[in-house]
């Protein structure tokens, strides 16, 4: 019953910024963490950022400094902020969701395209 829906995916210049959204319906009752993962073409899916249910964050070295992860857990909802977008950014982005006792991602969105123009 669980389901993550997309939001925010765009074309944007180089040096620009974006917003992701990420609504979650239904109830996951274990505390969660969520995620963005993001997959450009030819390449292997990647751990963007993630964040607990108590707000710790972690993050790519690649968008460290530039891209910020948040949730509000009464809504249900996580964000990705995205500023100084560079082309290599672009790529399918993929907000997740996991009991922490789990290893991995179980709820998934469908994801979005980002897409960086130089």
């Known amino acids: 019953q669980v389901q993550l829906v997309e939001s925010g995916g765009d074309l944007v210049q180089a040096g620009g910024s974006l917003r992701l959204s990420c609504r979650q319906s239904g109830t996951i009752d274990s505390i969660t963490v969520m995620g963005w993962l993001r997959q450009a073409p030819g390449k292997d899916r990647e751990l963007v950022a993630t964040?607990?249910?108590?707000?710790?964050?972690n993050y790519a070295d690649a968008v460290k400094g530039r891209f910020t992860i948040s949730r509000d857990n009464f809504e249900n909802s996580v964000y990705l902020q995205m500023n100084s977008l560079k082309p290599e950014d672009t790529a399918v982005y993929y907000c997740a969701a996991r009991p922490i006792h789990y290893s991995m991602f179980i709820y998934w969105g469908q994801g979005t395209q980002v897409t960086v123009s130089s």
């Open positions: 964040i607990t249910a108590g707000h710790s964050t």
